[in-house]
């Protein structure tokens, strides 16, 4: 069932409340999404964007029960990543000589997925526009990486709606599809981990693009994502905080990421959280077993944080599988200007520390020189250095 967002412009996407993963399993789901499609209807009738495959017959059958699939003009696909192309084959079928409006690089990547090379592909490019009657323009805007390199969002002129694709998003379903009518904690929070676990390599990109839209001076009132909500009510305030986060984000909070074998680097964990509390009673303390606690959401609190704290005991000459694939994805988000320090227990060779050092630098990480290097259990002694980690975090 189309639902109004504005005069004729309607949306028709897939809302769902099953979803519990994504981008295969990289990325924790915990309320849902939306798979955000719309259908302009001016004298020229237009769709922007599809759904995700598994919902593709519903889709289609649905949107043939709004409107004679033949009446559709053309279609725009701001990107080609499949949780919004995955209609496109079933639908074409139904339609196959109907143009497709989208970059370069999406029909690369629409062709790579789909197959289909004899699609009426219509490239486009930043400032390009075409009439849908009605005295309104659709204007396209390449988002090239943000977050791929064929992704683009679309303005319509006239009812003044960003179509953003991924850009503005969050992975949260609601049937009311509005910010206004949103649970403001739960937005915001999948916003910021929707950021922090997906748009955050590209910072400056996306500092630049806002620079660039905001120089267009264009009025705004309606930014229809992709996933999660359409925000109408002051839509801009995503903008602001998009612009603000892109730009080496932090808040006064250290968190502290470690695994363990027998405990006594989780006890270092707790020791060095309790003395930046004590040396910083202001500054928020996070600390999470990185191998019990969801990798998304501790993201999400690194990208909060001024600094953070990892640790791991050494076995096998390395450190726990856990800690080190949790850096390889550290390292592919691309966090700056934030400081670290190691700890773990060891045994017999005791490598952690050093390992820690170097793959947290590599990962772009300040590291600082105080570590605990803790053979066997911790006491005193091992206990004391935690608050040179502290100093070193807090200063
Ligand atoms: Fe929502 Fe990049 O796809």
Known sequence: MKKLIKNNVYWVGKVDWELESFHGSDFSVN????????????????????????????????????????????????????????????????????????????VKSLTGQFHHPEWNFRVVKTGDSVDIGNGKKLVFVEMRM??????????????????SNDAFGQHYALEELFNDKADTCTLWEEAIKYYANILNPYSPLVK??????????????????????IWRDNPLQ???KYYEWSQ????????IVYDTMWE???????????????????????????????KNDIMTEVFRSKAIA????????????????????????????????????????????KI????????????VEPEIRCNWNPEEDDFSKASDIARALCE
């Open 31 to 106: 309320h849902g999404s939306t798979q955000n499609a719309y259908l302009i209807q001016e004298e020229k009738t237009v769709l922007i964007d599809t759904v995700w495959r598994p919902h593709s017959t519903e889709f289609v059958d649905n949107l043939a029960k709004e409107i004679d699939l033949d009446k559709i003009d053309f279609i725009v696909v701001n990107h080609g990543e499949v949780d919004h192309s995955g209609a496109l084959p079933d639908l074409m079928e139904r339609i196959p000589d109907t143009p497709i409006y989208c970059t370069a690089n999406a």
């Open 356 to 367: 820690l050092r170097e793959r947290l630098a590599d990962a772009g990480f300040l590291v």
């Open 264 to 294: 006594g680097t989780m006890q270092l964990a707790h020791k060095i959280g309790k003395e930046i509390s004590k040396i910083s009673p202001d500054t928020k303390v996070k600390i999470f077993n990185v191998a019990r606690y969801d």
């Open 146 to 163: 943000l977050h791929w390199p064929d992704s683009m969002a679309t303005y319509m002129t006239g009812d003044n709606i960003l179509f």
């Open 310 to 353: 990892v640790g791991s005991p050494t076995v096998g000459n390395s450190i726990l599988s856990s800690v080190g694939g949790w850096i390889d994805f550290l390292k592919e988000l691309r966090f700056k200007n934030k400081k670290a320090a190691v700890f773990g227990c060891y045994g017999w060779s005791g490598e952690s520390t």
């Open 248 to 255: 080496d984000y932090q808040e006064d909070q250290i968190t």
């Open 238 to 240: 995503i903008v602001e």
């Open 208 to 229: 630049k693009k806002i620079e660039e839209i905001q120089a267009l001076n264009l009025p705004i009132d309606i930014i229809a994502t992709s996933h999660g909500v």
